[in-house]
């Protein structure tokens, strides 16, 4: 199973050339970093990045993040997969930008569809 985290450009960047992060500023605040299911990621990008352009949305392998992934209720009493380490690059499997269109943020055809 994919789990998705949507990173702002330069998070993204900062990921890149680092090989490694802590994550957004919430994650840091939170002492983890947050991703959001298929089914999660669109309320997750109207919730927290309404309006923001120049995001991207990454995939990882659920997993692969063996016990330091955690499943914890959160927003609306649903479990949402939360990284109790720092975010590699390695466990990156894709990522693509996440385009802004008419106040919307637009996901890869099929994606919350097929589970992605």
């Known amino acids: ?26 994650d840091v605040a939170d002492g983890y970093v947050h991703f959001s299911t298929a089914a999660q990621a669109a309320e997750t990008a109207a919730k927290h990045f309404y309006g923001a352009d120049g995001l991207f949305l990454l995939a990882v392998d659920a997993e692969a993040c063996g016990t330091d992934l955690r499943w914890e209720v959160s927003r609306g009493g649903a479990e949402f997969p ?5 975010l590699r690059l390695s466990d990156v499997i894709w990522a693509q930008p ?5 106040g919307q943020h637009q996901f890869p055809p099929g994606f919350a569809e097929a589970g992605a």
């Not at 949507?6 to 680092?18: C, G, P």
């Open 98 to 102: 996440l385009p802004l269109v008419d």
């Open 1 to 26: 199973m994919h789990i998705y985290k949507i990173f702002r450009a330069d998070e993204w960047q900062a990921l890149r050339d680092a090989g490694e992060t802590a994550g957004a500023p919430i």
């Open 82 to 86: 939360h990284l109790y380490r720092a």
